[in-house]
């Protein structure tokens, strides 16, 4: 039979998706392509989060971080959407104004 | 029915696959079954309100057969995609509209316990799935290469995104009196006479039924807020590239979250699947009495349940033919400036009403060292006697919160 | 025999999911395609919420994330998409060295979750082994998942929103009265008929110091950081309405220059 999930599972999941985040901030031109990228990154974390609350998926229930986790992962979501509408007005903002969104042409401020 | 399934021995995951599946075909009926009869009461509506009769001979008197005409009229069709559209995002994004609209069922309790997820947060996740519809016509609007369709899918996002606030706030209103997310659990406080509808219950559930519908509707795009599909100015708005079976499933997909909608105003606010008169109590058909009654009860429900929606469902087909379209400017201002602030009244207005008439606020403050008797009997709302055993350390540590609350109201009165 | 696979089969279809949607934001080129991707992703990582008992974080990323940013995303993107644009192809040697450090953080990140012992076990091995603590032996089965009375989070949730930590306090009371363990556990594990009533021995349990230390240890809730997260979230309401509104000519000069815009309407708003 297949081997029951362990929080290894998860956090290996976690990895996965903020290392492709991680990337994708780094490698897109596209402003929203980088903002996908922050969120891929932000889940990654959040998968850590809940795994380590998870009683189920501890090997001692008692380490588990309970709530804590749960309500820092609530916490991280609903940032990230308040990040997520900022940095769109932000990136529509210059749209409007180079009919853009490539953040290599965003060098206005470099000294 | 996942514990008849596990009774023949079965591996659990079998049992859970075989109660899914029978689960997901019985929601899948409904899901089909709703659109055929709300499509033929469309027309019939529509033509009744134009003075005309509408579909008189499609299979006798009344036209019956009218909507598996057009299905098989549709199905028919030739299956066209633009050259301009991008092929596999035009061709999944009908199925992912659809899939948001059947999710939606799976919470949806058409009678007492006959809902296939019975959840404490069922009206959590009806919000949240209901929310993902707007992704498939995104999609199609952007998919379809047409300016048409790309205005339309860009108006159903701004309106669908912003009036997701107002229905938010509408729908925490009942759950504020009924202190439980669980739709079952809403519709199980609204028992016996029609006087216990959370319709009823006191001025703000009243008024905020009526922001409610009108958010209800916007949200979904009918008229007079079909701004997405308005075919005076965008020709069909995000459809208009669309034809034969993905028309279809579109628009099955919309008179599905239609229904669902009405739904679950009929759940949170006339009492679900709970009678005017409670007729089924006086005929013994409760589940105290037997499988056999109960059953029969749970069916008088699901009629019960199935009328309301449908008269949801007649509401707005009434108001689609007789109100003109709003402007898309006006559709944003109206949920903006107007429906989110009185919905936030509304929900400000109830959790007073609520403080105000429990006991536990009421009541003259106990003293320091009778504290703990002061835990509210009542709290909160009227879910007392409610099947879920909480944890009697939370309704410990509220108690003794609202006693402390109590005792510093006491002092505050008493100081100064 | 240890309990089911149904876990572990959702799991592995969720992991698969969200994995996929994640390499898929990656390497497609096309944008929308990549919100589609994000979508699959962000759905995926729900459904993992789901299985591991956070139901209500589960939802709050279907409704959140998945209804809320990945639409203001797709949105975004069809307001800014105007054609192909060929210049942004990143080079491929970007592409190389990117792709070569993102695979020495998978790496890195891998190996420092494998090499956790504890991580890769479910628990009743190990507690058979003797955990240090010796947790409390509720589940009796392999998989934990199959606690049929796995209670909702949503109100506990809420509650340590408001203040008050109903978890915490129930840890508490069951580990500083050891003495009087069981008619704690009693106390804790069964509800009275009816659950508002008050019980008889409330008196003198709050009289108790170590009531006293629980009853301030279950306070220790988020209220604060969710208040600041409330004003948080007005202000970057107001702050996003004011940076996408429609822009304002100015009434004295013409309408700037593209390379001057920047500077002129970073002034203005």
Known sequence: MLHPVTLAHYLVV?????????????????????????????????????????????????????????????????????????????????????????????????? | MLSWFLQFGFPDWLAYGAAGLVKAILVLVLVLFVPMLALWMERKIAGRIQDRLGPTRTGGRFGWLQSPAD??????????????????????APYLSFCAAFCVFVVLPVADGWAPAGWDSALFFFLAVAGLEVFGVILAGYASGSKWSLFGAMREAAQVVSYEVPLGLCVLVPVVVVGSLDLQEIGRMQEGWFTGWLIFHD?????????????????????????????????????????????????????????????????????????????????????????????????????????KGFLGVTVMIWARWTLPRLRIDQVIAMCWKYCVPLATLMLVGVVLWQGMTLEWCSAPPADAAQEPSSIPSQWPGRSAGSGKAAPAAMWRFAGRLCADLQVMENKEEIVP | MSGSILPTILFFLFASLACAGAVGVLLLQRIVYMAGALLVSLAGVAGLFFIAGADFVGLVQLMVYVGGTVVLLAFGVMLTARRSQPGWQVPAGQWAAGLAVGAVLLAVLLWSVLAVPPWRSVWPTVSAEGAPSGGVATVTTGSAYQQEAQPGTIGPLGWALLGVRTDRAIQQDSSQAPLDSSQAQANFSQAPPNRFQARPDSAQTVLDPSQEDARQTGRSGYLLPFEIISVHLVLVLIGAAFLARARIPFPSSPLPAVGEAGLTNGQAG
Not at chain 1, 26 to 41: D, F, I, Q, S
Not at chain 1, 78 to 107: F, W
């Open chain 2, 71 to 92: 299905g098989i009229k549709l199905l028919m069709k030739e299956d066209i995609i633009p050259a301009a559209a991008d092929p596999l995002l035009f061709r999944l």
């Open chain 2, 203 to 307: 001025p703000f559930v009243f008024l905020i039924f009526w922001i409610y519908a009108a958010c209800a509707m916007a949200g979904l795009n009918r008229a007079p807020f079909d701004l997405p599909e308005a075919e005076s100015e965008l020709v069909a708005g995000f459809a208009t590239e669309y034809s034969g079976f993905r028309w279809a499933v579109f628009f099955m997909a919309e008179y599905a979250a239609m229904f669902a909608w009405s739904g679950l105003g009929a759940i949170l606010f006339f009492g679900g699947w709970n009678g005017p008169v409670p007729v089924a109590s006086w005929l013994g058909l409760v589940s105290a009495n037997g499988p056999v009654a109960g059953f029969l009860g749970n069916l008088l429900g699901m009629v019960n349940f199935l009328i």
């Open chain 1, 14 to 111: 976690g990895a996965v998706l903020f290392s492709c985040g991680v990337l994708c901030m780094v490698l897109k031109r596209n402003a929203l392509g980088v903002l996908m990228g922050v969120e891929l990154a932000l889940n990654g974390a959040n998968i850590n989060w809940v795994a380590l609350s998870s009683p189920a998926l501890r090997a001692d229930p008692a380490w588990s971080l309970g709530l804590d986790g749960q309500l820092m992962a609530l916490f991280v979501i609903v940032l990230a959407a308040g990040e997520a509408a900022v940095a769109l007005a932000i990136a529509l903002n210059y749209y409007r104004l180079y009919l853009s969104v490539d953040v290599d042409q965003a060098s206005q401020l470099k000294g």
